[in-house]
């Protein structure tokens, strides 16, 4: 019985998000009060705002390196400092780029559309798929196979195929994402409802709910956590692949402008570029995460 | 895990109980067997099981693992199907999981999502919203409120299942099987994840909640001291293939207490089935 119900460990962040969440961290003594209870949420909430702190300095400490070393180096080719970055980044912003005659947000728009149609329909497919095998023993066993053999392939190396199956717009990138996607969310889903012991939907039947409302409230609520972990994983991995296209087949783009900047050693524009990726992921992630938190309990605090 | 079709009468079950808990109902099974195939392998997992649980009565199901005792409190359930026999709860037939049969587990399944109070609420709602009932939910919420304070919880009502320790989750779950008020509650070694001193605590619990109810209630356990200190009656499990070997009377007076477990009488009574145990 693991999941919900296995102890976990301690760790990073992204370790305790990721991992099944566990009992309470004291061990599990009784709670004499209320007022008990209320110190123990608050002692976790202390922790946390500890752990956040200490993030953001190391942050603040990567960040005076970066300067120091830029300053020291002298060389804004080789490593542009921070300034030289922000100031770059704010130009383009708004202004055109040359290569394209378009603003850096126009690019970030149009990374960020490709990466949210794709990634949309694959959770859906992915899901759906998951789902599928999960129900029925015939489906797990024809997808497993297919799964298996598609999910170690690194989705670029259908990038020339997509090209010529669906030409240079839009389709293919977003194809290239929905391809990355579904393998790993209809792997997370299949796990996802596997995990939801078969006793957690006897007591709801128990407790009279009919087949239809423990289908939706227990064992779909119960997997929600699993799912949306696996999401947050492949929006990592939409990333990487729309970047790695945008630089191989795109005219837009922030992989394009990226790889532009590049060609003309305009290094502080590629280290713009790549910051608004971290940053844009980063969001998009918190978004993932505040899901996960509302969805499971275990994990705020 | 195959449970059958809905039953129709189950809407007519719920009426019926609507006395309040307490309206225990016998249990009769005549006859039952239950045959798992596995791999083109059969395994008489029952066979020929008659028991008679009483109305209110608290009768423990022992037994060595495998001997069936879990199989044949789910067929209880309603969870798994019988191969052969008939099983009755207050004079119906079993057709499949339905709130006049409630259930515990080892773990105690909460929903981890939900708090003390909506986990107590999940059976009411979800059978308000099969309009098994038109209860609303201020009357709902102080029918948990209650039975969150009878179970010593009150002031948890508002944690969460990962925030309560085991005996907490183990009370909580209690309440959520209580509240739909079933006629008999099927417990399946439900303390024996439970460390020493929290399992004398959920004994003394149990036996206080029993004699406040008084529903029928089918324990199973593997442990012969617990068997003889909470059961009316003992029904040893065993053989080959897997049936009811031997019922047991335990002549020991109420109220008990978890801690008269070293009496003369008790200690009697244990040695006894012990001895049917490993004859």
């Known amino acids: 019985m693991a999941g919900w119900y296995a102890p976990g460990t301690g760790g990073s962040v992204i370790v305790e998000d990721i991992r099944p969440p566990g009992p309470r961290p004291d061990g599990g003594e009784d709670l004499d009060d209320r007022a008990d209870l209320i110190a123990h949420r608050r002692a976790r909430r202390r922790a946390r705002t500890q752990r956040v702190a200490t993030g953001a300095a190391g942050i603040a400490v990567l960040l005076a390196l970066w300067q120091v070393g830029a300053m020291l180096l002298g060389d804004q080719v080789a490593l542009p400092s921070v300034s030289q970055t922000a ?62 053999i598609l999910r170690p392939l690194p989705p670029l190396a259908f990038i020339p195929l997509f090209i010529v199956w669906l030409g240079i717009g839009e389709t293919p990138k977003e194809v290239l994402i929905i391809v990355g996607v579904v393998p790993l ?60 296209v945008e630089m191989i087949a795109a005219t837009s783009g922030l992989g394009y402008v990226i790889q532009q900047a590049g060609d003309y050693l305009d290094t502080a524009l590629v280290f713009a570029g790549i910051l608004v990726i971290a940053v844009t992921a980063l969001v998009l992630d918190a978004g993932l995460r505040g899901l996960l938190l509302l969805a499971d309990p275990s994990r705020r605090g | 895990m195959a449970a059958r079709a809905e039953p129709a009468s189950e809407a007519a079950q719920d009426e019926t109980r609507d006395a309040g808990p307490g309206g225990a109902a016998g249990v009769v099974l005549s006859g039952v067997g239950k045959t798992f195939r596995r791999a083109g392998r059969r395994t008489v997992a029952l066979a020929g099981v008659d028991l008679e649980v009483r109305a209110g009565e608290l009768l423990c199901l022992l037994g060595p693992s495998g001997c069936g005792k879990s199989t044949l409190l789910r067929i209880v359930a309603g969870a798994l199907e019988r191969d052969q026999g008939s099983v009755t709860v207050g004079g119906r037939p079993v057709t499949g999981p339905a709130p006049d049969r409630g259930m515990l587990f080892q773990t105690p399944m909460l929903f981890p999502w939900l708090t003390t109070r909506k986990n107590v ?6 059978q308000r919203s099969r309009g098994l009932h038109e209860r609303d939910d201020p009357e709902l919420e102080a029918e948990a409120d209650a039975i ?51 399992r004398v605590r959920m004994h003394e619990f149990l036996l206080a909640m029993w004699e406040r109810y008084r529903i029928t209630i089918i324990f199973v356990t593997h442990d012969i001291e617990e068997a003889v200190l909470l059961g009316d009656r003992v029904a040893v499990m065993g053989g080959r293939p897997p049936g009811i070997r031997e019922i047991i009377d335990v002549p020991l ?15 009697a009574v244990k040695r006894g089935i012990r001895s049917s145990l490993l004859s």
């Open chain 2, 121 to 126: 609420l999940f059976g009411p709602r979800a």
């Open chain 2, 253 to 267: 007076g109420r109220p008990r207490h978890a801690l008269d477990v070293d009496t003369e009488g008790f200690l």
């Open chain 1, 185 to 244: 969310m209809a792997v997370m889903t299949v796990v996802a409802l596997d995990e939801v012991p078969d006793d957690l939907r006897l007591c709801a039947r128990t407790l009279g709910a009919s087949r239809a409302y423990t289908l939706l409230h227990v064992q779909i609520r119960a997997a929600l956590p699993y799912i949306l972990t696996g999401m947050r994983l492949a929006m990592a991995g939409a990333w990487s692949s729309i970047v790695a």
């Open chain 1, 87 to 148: 100031a770059q980044f704010l130009h383009y912003l708004n202004h055109p780029y040359p290569a394209e005659g378009k603003p850096l947000w126009y690019d970030l728009y149009i990374s960020l559309r490709r990466i949210l149609i794709g990634f949309a329909i694959g959770v859906a497919g992915g899901v759906a798929l998951g789902s599928a095998m999960s129900a029925s023993r015939v489906v797990r066993h024809l997808v497993d196979p297919v799964i298996e």
């Open chain 2, 148 to 198: 969150l304070e009878t179970v010593g919880l009150a002031q948890f009502s508002d944690a969460f299942p990962h925030e309560l320790s085991g005996g907490m989750q183990h009370r909580a779950a209690f309440a959520r099987a209580l509240v739909t008020r079933p006629s008999v509650l099927l417990m399946d070694e439900p303390f024996g994840a439970l460390d020493a001193l929290t």
